[in-house]
C-alpha cells in the first residue's frame, strides 16, 4: 500500500454513530436534545452557584468549575457530530480532527482532575472537619482547579504535536464520530511507538493518578463515615458523598472501559464514548440538583428573584402607561 505524508492528506471520514439515512435523522434530534440539555443544565448550574452566596463554598465552587469544563467538552464533540448526521459527506479536516484531540485531551484530562480534587474536597470535610477551612482556603481551590487545567493542556502539548508528524495510508477512515487519539493510531503507516510511550507516560498515569486519589480518598471516608456512632450522621456524611460517586461512576468506568477496548468501532465501544462524552456532562447537573437541597433551595431562590424582578418591570412599565 503506497504511503501519503499526512501533509498531503487533507480531511479523514468519520463513520459516525449509524450509515443507515433513516436511522441518522432520529439521532440527530436526539443528540440535539441532549446538547441544548447539557448546555441550559451547565449553564443553569453556574448561574445558581454564582447568584446565590449560601453556595460560595469550596464544594459548589468544584462543581462550578465541573459545569464549566462540561460545556466545553460537550462542545468539543457533539457539534461536529450533528454536523455528520445530516451531512452525506462524514469528513473532517485534518487540522479540525487534530484540534479536536487536543481539545478533548485538555477537556477529558481537567474533568478527571477536577473528581478526584472534589474527592480530596470531600475527605476533607469528612475527616478533617475542624481543620477544613485552612486546607480548602480560597487560594487553595483555586491553585487546585490551576493545576487540574495546567496538566491537561501540558497533556494535550506534548502528544498532538507527535500526532502531528505521523505518516497516513491511503485509508483515512476512522470508525468513531470524533478524533480521539487512539483513533488516528490505525491510520498510521509510520512507527507509532513514540507516540504510544509518551501517550503512556503522560494521559494513562494522569488518568490512573487521578482515580487511585479518588479511591484513597474514598476509602478514609467510608472509614472515617464507619466510625461515626449515630445513624443520623452516617447517613448524612454518605449523603455528602452520593452524587459525586455517581459522576465518577458515570465518567470513570466509561472512559476506562472505552480506553482498554481496541479502536474498532464496534457498537460497545461508541456506547462507552457517548456515555463519557456526552450523556455524563448532561447527567452530571442534574445528579448534583437533584440529590443536594442546597442546590434546590438555591435554585427555587434564583427564580424566585428573576421572577419578582421580571414583575416588578412589567408593573412599572404598565404605571408609567397608566399615568
Not at 139 to 148: E, K, P, W
Request: hydrophobic share 45%; net charge positive; aromatic share 10%.
Amino acid at each position: 500500500m503506497g504511503l501519503r505524508n499526512h501533509s498531503t492528506i487533507t480531511e479523514f471520514i468519520l463513520l459516525g454513530l449509524s450509515a443507515d439515512p433513516h436511522v441518522e435523522p432520529l439521532l440527530f434530534v436526539l443528540f440535539l436534545m441532549i446538547y441544548l440539555l447539557t448546555m441550559m443544565w451547565n449553564m443553569v448550574m453556574l448561574l445558581v452557584i454564582r447568584a446565590d452566596s449560601h453556595l460560595h463554598t469550596p464544594m459548589y465552587f468544584f462543581l462550578s468549575q465541573l459545569s464549566f469544563v462540561d460545556l466545553c467538552f460537550s462542545t468539543v464533540i457533539v457539534p461536529k457530530m450533528l454536523e455528520n448526521l445530516l451531512s452525506k459527506k462524514k469528513t473532517i479536516s485534518v487540522a479540525g480532527c487534530l484540534v479536536q484531540i487536543f481539545f478533548v485531551i485538555v477537556t477529558g484530562g481537567t474533568e478527571g482532575c477536577l473528581l478526584s480534587v472534589m474527592a480530596y474536597d470531600r475527605y476533607a470535610a469528612i475527616c478533617h472537619p475542624l481543620l477544613y477551612g485552612q486546607v480548602m482556603s480560597n487560594q487553595v481551590c483555586v491553585q487546585l482547579v490551576c493545576i487540574s487545567w495546567s496538566l491537561s493542556i501540558l497533556d494535550a502539548l506534548i502528544n498532538t504535536p507527535l500526532a502531528m508528524k505521523m505518516d497516513f495510508c491511503e485509508i483515512r477512515t476512522i470508525p468513531h464520530y470524533s478524533c480521539e487519539l487512539p483513533s488516528l493510531f490505525p491510520l498510521s503507516c509510520s512507527d507509532v511507538t513514540i507516540n504510544l510511550i509518551v501517550l503512556f507516560c503522560s494521559i494513562i498515569p494522569h488518568g490512573i493518578g487521578t482515580s487511585v486519589s479518588i479511591f484513597y480518598s474514598y476509602g478514609r471516608i467510608v472509614s472515617t463515615i464507619l466510625s461515626i456512632s449515630s445513624t443520623s450522621g452516617r447517613r448524612k456524611a454518605f449523603s455528602t458523598c452520593s452524587s459525586h460517586l455517581i459522576t465518577v461512576s458515570l465518567f470513570y468506568g466509561s472512559a476506562f472501559l472505552r480506553y482498554i477496548m481496541p479502536t474498532s468501532g464496534s457498537p460497545l465501544e461508541m456506547v462507552f464514548s457517548v456515555q463519557y462524552s456526552v450523556i455524563t456532562p448532561m447527567l452530571n447537573p442534574l445528579v448534583y440538583s437533584l440529590k443536594n437541597k442546597l442546590v434546590k433551595a438555591a435554585l427555587k431562590r434564583t427564580v424566585g428573584k428573576f421572577l419578582n424582578t421580571f414583575s416588578g418591570k412589567i408593573n412599572r412599565r404598565n404605571d408609567r402607561e397608566l399615568g
